[in-house]
């Protein structure tokens, strides 16, 4: 969430054109971990990046959870990728952001690799690398 926070900061004094959070890849990666029963699109079939196939769809262990937005990250409706509490059905209080906590180095590379076969990894392009055999190369650079 620190990575948002200083892209949101670049953009809020005008240097950047207020790009959304979105562009940034893990902000993305975070967002396609987003469980089916939220109802917030990248689980729906019709959603043109990921035709359904978000993290969760594709295995269990790419669920993304909630952190709460102590950073003051945008929302999504302000070109970020956070939510209003009450939109996910949590304090309404308060914001939430979607991250991968909790996962080891295997399990974040294999998310990763499944979310690269989606047109949401296409448009962000994080041109990251990966090995002959597909796995995610590590550290990442």
């Known amino acids: 969430m620190n990575v948002f926070a200083r892209c949101e900061a670049i953009a809020s004094k005008n240097v950047a054109d207020g790009p959304s959070s979105k562009t940034v890849w893990t902000a993305a990666f ?4 987003i469980p089916a ?3 917030l699109g990248p689980c729906d079939p019709s959603n043109v ?4 196939y978000c993290g969760p769809v594709m295995s269990v262990t790419c669920t993304a959870t909630w952190a709460e937005n102590t950073l003051g990250l945008n929302l999504i409706e302000d070109n970020g990728y956070c939510f209003a509490g009450s939109t996910i059905g949590m304090d309404a209080d308060k914001e939430y952001c979607p991250v991968f906590d909790g996962l080891n180095e295997a399990e974040f590379a294999t998310c990763v690799q499944l ?3 989606t047109g949401q990894y296409s448009a962000v392009s994080p041109a990251l690398q990966f ?3 597909g796995s995610l190369s590590s550290p990442i650079k």
């Open 30 to 33: 975070a967002e396609w971990g």
């Open 37 to 39: 029963s939220y109802g």
């Open 49 to 52: 990046l990921t035709q359904g």
């Open 115 to 117: 979310w690269s076969n």
């Open 131 to 133: 090995d002959d055999d």
